[in-house]
């Protein structure tokens, strides 16, 4: 199993920055990919950005400009810093690991999820 723990979150005004962190826990070495959504009140859970294994990046164009995912292995921890923060942004934000349990069988984890309030 993957266990995923997020921080970070919290409140911010209209063009600050935050940093969140996802902790991952478990069959580490069986992670092919995570990802970060956000999820707005009334809205649809959607992607914003993703990595791989291998270290490639991927954002919907929304964010791209403003928002870069990263990894550092050694402490087993995904981070999106955001920039330049928007009202519209306010959601809670998860994180999400895609590992491999066996052969042919692919799982998704998700973490807990952090809120993000962008105030005007």
């Known amino acids: 199993q993957v266990q995923l723990v997020e921080s970070g979150g919290g409140r911010v005004q209209a063009g600050g920055s935050l940093i969140l962190s996802c902790a991952a826990s478990?069959?580490?070495?069986?992670?092919?990919?995570m990802g970060w959504y956000r999820q707005a009140p009334g809205k649809q859970r959607e992607l914003l950005a993703s990595i791989t294994s291998g270290g490639n990046t991927n954002y919907v164009d929304s964010v791209k400009a403003r928002f870069t995912i990263s990894r550092d292995n050694a402490k087993n921890t995904v981070y999106l810093q955001m920039n330049s923060l928007k009202p519209e942004n306010t959601a809670v934000y998860y994180c999400k690991a895609d590992w491999v349990a066996g052969p042919g069988t692919v799982f998704s984890s998700w973490g807990q999820g952090t809120q993000v309030t962008v105030s005007s």
């Open positions: 478990g069959s580490i070495c069986s992670i092919n990919a």
